[in-house]
């Protein structure tokens, strides 16, 4: 028996999802052909833009855009460096990025090559999982070059906090009004009810595989403001797919199944939140009965997490330990966060969320959704209880 703790890592596909993915296997055009079996192509690709286009609240599709991308990461590249690249920039003077500190690589690290390039990078503060306004205000008064784009994530990927995007948004437009406002909504969709248009923000990720459809897929909102000012253009030049954003042929099958789980998660959001908090209450009760501290604990007054992501950590037992221990086990979790276990540094958001080296040493993610039951918690927490008991056994011998 299996139990998937890392739903903030990727998600099982819904049967929905494999379905829209297969059936749209057997329409293979290519939606850019003129013939009949391109146009067919071309329709099924317009249905899936206008399922997601509505699960973002998007009623002018036609004005601002939604355009499909391969992953999430593209996506928020796509928003950064295309802006980066919209105008032509005076070396002395190429304009400030603003960033939170602890955001997902597919930001930072494009923000990382701009500011090898000249670029100012603002990190505003999320200690306890609150976006520090006041710092925010204070750098945006005080900055060197103007501000071009600023992007804030809905939800980190490591701590659950959700961010209040809205206020910064707001605060970055009132400073500096042509700065292009993105935001990575990853781990946000299809948990928390919101749009582009509530956040107040001028670009938006979100991406497939977080959503239980099939990975290859994801799309960037992009505002009719954002393309009537020419603030964004395409970094990768090709056969203008994409409405010339994000050239390429299109993903179809990735795409249909994205649109398919979106459809299903915009229907069943409340319920599935409900779900999914019932399953953290249960796996909080059975984590203080254990020898494990919460990194939310350390949230401050006025932070708001989801439920989605619970991470603690270990009595010095280092996270990879106990995660090969319970991968043993057939449950499934990560240390910090997946994305980052590549790079093999100390995680950004954990330090930036107040999180000490040594703790976030022995910190482990354990994302849940709806599809989890009470019998995987209760096989985590009981696992767990071992491993502590067996992993810190074996380091006193
Ligand atoms: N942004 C956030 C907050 C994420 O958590 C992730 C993936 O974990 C991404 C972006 C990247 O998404 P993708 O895996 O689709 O590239």
Known sequence: MEHYFDQSATTKPSEAAIKAFTDAAQVWGNPSSVHQLGQQSAALLRDCRAKVAKSLGMQRVTKDMLLFTSCGTESNNIAMLGCAA????????????????????????????????????LRVPTCGGVLDLAMLEDKLKNCRMPVIFAGFMLVNNETGAVYDVKSAAALVKKYFPDAVVHCDAVQGYMKLKFTPYTLGVDTLTVSAHKIHAIRGAAALFVSENVLKRRHLVPVMPGGGQEFGFRSGTENLCSIASLAAAAEEGRLHLAENREATSALRKRLDEALAQLDVKQNQALGAENAEFLPNICSIVLPD????????????????????????????????????????????????RISLDYTNTAEDVDALAEALREGIAALQRKRTV
Not at 102 to 119: M, V
Not at 320 to 327: A, F, K, P, V
């Open 86 to 121: 919209a105008k032509k920039r005076d070396p002395q003077c190429p304009g400030t990025i603003v960033i939170t500190a602890g955001e997902h690589p597919s930001i930072e690290n494009p923000a990382q090559r701009l500011e090898s390039q000249g670029y100012d990078v």
């Open 317 to 364: 037992i280092r996270s990879e330990t106990m995660l090969n221990y319970l991968s043993g086990r057939g449950i499934y979790v990560s240390a910090g966060s997946a994305c980052s276990a590549h790079a093999k540094k100390k995680s950004a958001a954990l330090e930036a969320f107040g999180v000490t080296a040594e703790d976030a040493d022995s910190t482990l």
